[in-house]
């Protein structure tokens, strides 16, 4: 160790400066993006005043906290945060495998290179748009409300009870195809020798699939399960605050945490509420982060992020 | 044998199927949307929106022309945050990345563990916007489309790194320093030509999230003239609603000066948003999901 120090001295040939100046524009990035507004938590522990600045306003400790969690939108945000998450992550993830292996399995027809951008496409799009594309199913001229149902009108931005079906086919929809690349590549990987072998032992597509597909990318799967659940308390702000056109209506099934940071800070004022809830998040998946990587590296050292 | 070469092509025909049924749904919405702005505006508010058209008329895309204005402004905004964004994002990215990959840098550990924890830890949406409007006063300028969250992001440093590390031996750099290359120029004549593939990747996401960017808007931007055309729709659809709600009152009248564009404008508008992706789409996806596959294993 010491001597690798002494080599490096003697050679004197490394001057740091000119690195930490290229570096510099990305770390102040960082530390004004990522790093102030980490230390902007403690706004959650105080009784922000603008006029006072952060560091000045008065510590009110966990009264956020207390106000946000006696109100009833705590517990709704969090449950629909979650349930929302665990539909998504479990149901995603069968849809995504399933794709995965259909793909696989006509790939080296031509009209795969057809099928392949064409499913990944609406993960390219913003939720913008797909608000606009839900909107020309479901709104009072919609083609749902004018062509399917002719007559036996629903107002959809208005009944709550559709909802979570609705958002789920829009997730997915928007989700699958682009979802199954990891794992269309990760199939791609595996030795095509393995269900030659297998074919020869008389095994059907199904039984290569369960017996040789599925236990060999298992640990991808781990991985990509452990991330996603990592990630539980978050969810897709656009896909909630906008494909239900913010409709208040709906707020009892759509809102998420997300939004309601969102709209406790911009449309209520509430900064306190809003930190408090936004703190939540932030921490809660921090430690879920943590745990989940503790996690990865039990079953696959290789793939943990540290 | 033959038993089994069958039902092989059963089930590649049933894959086949079942995929081909879920790329018509995964388009058909889009397929909607172009109909329905190229349908004549009284055919659509009798029949709602179908996917042929009964009366085609290309009345929306004259009025978006006559309101080049506003919505061309708008789409031109797009344009410049998403190539502005886009070129900044690669420097100060591949700035960042290259000394964490050099192997005699001391200190490129510890600096990739401060780019790292951004990745996992993050002080949440409320502390963020109040550092950026009250602190640096960036609502209602330019800089606020193009600077907060989009800029650079922790993941595509270390991507880059990663693709240094592994793709550019260090004996041509010790050549370099031998021949009294300085830093700055290893950088601008040998990593920057050598690590175009990378480079390409991580514009094109970041690209792609300009462009659809609306949060930063919806946060940041209340003045139309700096609206880019996701932000303009977003308002558009409020405005809608907010009409919407209002004309259930009995005081509809007054928001008559909102000028809302026909129903059939409104898809045009949005078509006319997606249309870049969808042109560009075809020839980059081959890229993304390269980059999908590297950022999803490490990452």
């Known amino acids: 160790m010491r001597q690798a120090k002494g080599v490096r001295k003697g050679r004197g040939r490394i001057n740091y400066l000119p690195l930490l100046l290229m570096m510099a524009p990305g770390l102040i990035y960082l530390i004004i993006n990522n790093y102030l507004p980490i230390f902007g938590i403690t706004i959650a522990f105080k009784q922000l005043d603008y006029t006072k600045g952060i560091l000045g306003s008065p510590w009110v400790g966990l009264k956020n906290f207390e106000f946000l969690f006696k109100t009833k939108d705590a517990f709704i945000m969090i449950r629909n945060t979650l349930c929302y998450n ?10 995504n495998l399933a794709i995965a292996i259909m793909m696989t399995e006509i790939g080296r027809l031509k009209i ?87 074919k020869l032992d008389g095994a059907t597509k199904m039984q290569q699939i369960f017996k040789i597909t599925l236990p060999i990318i298992r640990p991808m799967i781990i991985l990509m399960l452990l991330m996603s659940i990592g990630r539980i308390f978050s969810s897709d702000f656009g896909l909630f605050l906008q494909v239900p056109m913010d409709s208040g209506v709906l707020y009892p099934v759509t809102q998420t945490i997300d939004t309601y940071v969102y709209r406790s800070l911009m449309v209520l004022n509430n900064v306190g509420m809003s930190s408090a809830a936004s703190t939540f998040q932030s921490v809660l998946g921090f430690i879920l982060v943590l745990g989940s990587n503790l996690l990865v590296r039990k079953f696959d050292s290789e793939s943990a992020l540290f | 044998m033959k038993h089994n070469h069958n039902s092989e092509t059963r089930f590649r025909t049933v894959c086949l199927i079942i995929l081909l049924i879920f790329t018509v749904l995964c388009l058909a919405p889009f397929v909607l949307m172009f109909s329905a702005s190229i349908t004549e505006e009284d055919a659509l508010i009798k029949d709602g929106y ?10 929306t895309y004259a009025f978006l022309w006559a309101k080049r204005e506003t919505i061309g402004r708008s ?50 949406m409320t502390a963020s916007y109040i550092i950026w409007t009250r602190y640096f006063h960036i609502k209602d300028t330019f800089w606020a489309l193009l600077i907060p969250n989009l800029l650079m992001n922790g993941m595509n440093v270390l991507m880059v790194r990663n693709y240094y590390q592994s793709s550019i031996p260090d004996s041509i750099l010790e050549a370099a320093r031998v021949d009294g290359a300085s830093e700055m120029m290893i950088y601008r004549r040998i990593i920057l030509p050598l690590s175009t593939p990378v480079l390409i990747t991580i514009s094109l996401f970041t690209g792609m999230a300009y462009w659809n960017d609306w949060t930063n808007g919806l946060y940041y931007i209340t003045n139309q003239k700096l ?30 000066g909102l000028d809302l564009p026909a129903v059939g404008a409104r898809m045009a508008i949005a078509m006319i948003a997606v249309l870049p992706v969808m042109l560009i789409f075809p020839f980059i996806q081959g890229q993304l999901i390269k980059g999908v596959v590297i950022g999803g294993v490490k990452g």
Do not use: H
Not at chain 1, 86 to 95: D, P, Q, S, T
Not at chain 2, 233 to 254: D, R
């Open chain 1, 112 to 198: 795969a290179k057809f099928i392949q951008p064409a499913i990944c496409f609406p993960a390219m799009v913003s939720i913008i748009i797909v608000a606009y594309l839900v909107y020309a199913f479901l709104s009072s001229d919609g083609f749902i409300n004018n062509s399917v149902l002719k007559g036996n009108e629903i107002s959809w931005y208005q009944s709550p009870q559709y909802w979570p079906v609705i958002l789920t086919i829009v997730n997915f929809w928007k989700n699958t195809g682009y979802g199954a690349i990891i794992y269309i590549a990760s199939i791609a990987g595996i030795d095509k020798s393995l269900y030659e072998a297998a």
């Open chain 2, 50 to 59: 179908r996917f042929f058209p009964s009366q085609i008329s290309f009345a």
């Open chain 1, 86 to 95: 665990l539909v998504f992550i479990f149901v995603g993830l069968v849809l």
């Open chain 2, 75 to 124: 789409y031109l905004m797009s344009i410049i945050v998403t190539g502005l964004g886009t070129l900044t994002s690669v420097i100060i990215t591949s700035m960042l990345a290259y000394p964490l990959a050099r192997r005699d840098f001391k200190w490129r550990n510890a600096f990739a563990f401060i780019i790292f924890f951004t990745m996992m830890f993050n002080g949440g």
């Open chain 2, 227 to 256: 609206f880019t055309i996701n932000v303009y729709l977003n308002n558009l659809m409020k405005n809608i609603q907010l009409l919407a709600s209002q004309s259930s009152l009995t005081e509809g009248a007054n928001l008559a």
